[in-house]
């Protein structure tokens, strides 16, 4: 139904900045919510920003002030930029996409998802 495809990662130093794209197909953003998230190695994959079908955005603790979730709905593309990147950063990033509106931050209720992308952050 829905495919996320997801571009940007590399690697980047402390203290740097990086941004992802997300692009999806098969429906509008607006119908949906958008949400990124992340996994280490041997650790859970775990939130880290959503933005619901209106244009709401939330974040984890551990990224807000620092990260920025936006979109642009003529290219159907949701974005996150990631500044003062720290080694704790370091994850596979995932979009994904619900489908209700409203946002939510359990990955487990999220039904579709990109293949992931490597982010990097030395120390």
């Known amino acids: 139904q829905v495919q996320l495809v997801e571009s940007g990662g590399g690697l980047v130093q402390t203290g740097g900045s990086l941004g992802l794209s997300c692009a999806a197909s098969g429906r509008s953003l607006s119908t949906m919510s958008m949400g990124w998230f992340r996994q280490a190695p041997g650790k859970q994959r775990e939130f880290v920003a959503v933005m619901g079908g209106s244009g709401s955005q939330h974040y984890a603790d551990s990224v807000k002030g620092r990260f920025t979730i936006s979109r642009d709905n003529a290219k159907n593309t949701v974005y996150l930029q990631m500044n003062s990147l720290k080694s704790e950063d370091t994850a596979v990033y995932y979009c994904?996409?619900?489908?209700?509106?409203?946002?939510?931050?359990?990955?487990?209720?999220?039904?579709?998802w990109g293949q992931g992308t490597q982010v990097t952050v030395s120390s």
């Open positions: 994904a996409a619900r489908n209700s509106p409203i946002p939510y931050t359990r990955a487990a209720f999220y039904e579709y």
